[in-house]
C-alpha cells in the first residue's frame, strides 16, 4: 500500500491564492520529500524535510512536518498559473537493508489565471 | 550538469513483445531507480540498483528486470508484454542511495496495444 497519502486529490483556485495539500503517512521516517510534476513528464525535486526538523521554507513553499501526527503539509504561497501541476510527497521506507522512496498518489492542482 | 536522459521517449508495441528501456544519470550519481506510473495505481516502484548491483525490488513479476552498467547507466527490460503494462516508466538517479533525493528523467511512455 502507499506509504505517503496526499489530500485533496485536486485542487482548484485563483491565481494568488494560497494552495495547501496535505500529506499523511504510515511508517516512521528519516525524511520527506514533495516532487512536482507537469503533465506527463518526470518529477522535480521541491523540498526535503528530515525527521528532525518541523518547518522549512523554500523560495514561496513552506512545508511542515508532524512526525507525532505522522502527517506533512506543503503551502504555495501567492500561487502562479505556472504553479499548476501534480505534487506528490514521498518517504523514505527501509526495505530490505536499503532504502526506498515511496510515493503517494498526489495532488492535482490548477491555478485558474 | 546535464539531466536524467531517457531513450526512447515514446515506444508503441504490441501485445507478448518485449521492451527494453534506457537511462542515464546525473554523472555521479551511482543510484539509479525505476519507477511505472499509471492514472490508476499512481507511482510504483520496480527497482533499484546501485554499483551494478540490485539493491531494491518493487512488487513486480518477474517480466521486468533491469540491469546497471559500470558508468552506472541502467536498462530495464519488459518481456511478453500485457496491455496493463502501458505506462509512464520513470527513472530517477541519487548520489547514493534511493531515499534521498531523486532527480528524474523525462519519462518513456510505451503503449502496448
Known amino acids: 500500500s502507499q506509504q505517503g497519502e496526499e489530500d485533496p486529490q485536486a485542487l482548484s483556485i485563483q491565481e494568488g491564492e494560497n494552495a495547501t495539500m496535505n500529506c499523511s503517512y504510515k511508517?516512521?521516517?528519516?525524511?520527506l520529500q514533495w516532487y512536482r510534476q507537469n503533465s506527463g513528464r518526470g518529477l522535480v525535486h521541491l523540498i526535503l524535510?528530515?525527521?528532525?526538523?518541523r518547518e522549512k521554507h523554500s523560495g514561496r513553499l513552506r512545508v511542515t512536518l508532524d512526525t507525532s501526527k505522522k502527517s506533512s503539509s506543503l503551502l504555495i504561497t501567492a500561487s502562479r498559473a505556472a504553479d499548476t501541476a501534480s505534487y506528490f510527497c514521498?518517504?523514505?521506507?527501509?526495505?530490505?537493508?536499503?532504502?526506498?522512496?515511496?510515493f503517494g498518489k498526489g495532488t492535482k492542482l490548477t491555478v485558474n489565471p | 550538469k546535464a539531466g536524467v536522459t531517457q531513450t526512447p521517449r515514446y515506444l508503441i508495441k504490441t501485445r507478448g513483445q518485449q521492451v527494453t528501456l534506457s537511462c542515464s544519470p546525473i554523472?555521479?550519481?551511482?543510484?539509479v531507480s525505476w519507477y511505472q506510473q499509471t492514472p490508476g495505481q499512481g507511482l510504483q516502484f520496480l527497482f533499484e540498483?546501485?554499483?551494478?548491483?540490485?539493491?531494491n525490488k518493487g512488487n513486480f513479476p518477474g517480466r521486468f528486470s533491469g540491469r546497471q552498467f559500470s558508468n552506472s547507466r541502467s536498462e530495464m527490460n519488459v518481456s511478453t508484454l500485457e496491455l496493463g503494462d502501458s505506462a509512464l516508466y520513470l527513472c530517477?538517479?541519487?548520489?547514493?542511495?534511493?531515499?534521498?533525493?531523486?532527480?528524474f528523467g523525462p519519462g518513456t511512455r510505451l503503449l502496448v496495444l
Open positions: 524535510i528530515r525527521s528532525n526538523e
Open positions: 554523472s555521479g550519481h551511482r543510484s
Open positions: 511508517t516512521s521516517i528519516n525524511n
Open positions: 540498483y546501485f554499483s551494478e548491483t540490485q539493491r
Open positions: 530517477a538517479s541519487s548520489v547514493r542511495t534511493g531515499g534521498e533525493t531523486q532527480y
Open positions: 514521498a518517504t523514505d521506507a527501509l526495505q530490505g537493508g536499503s532504502e526506498k522512496l515511496v
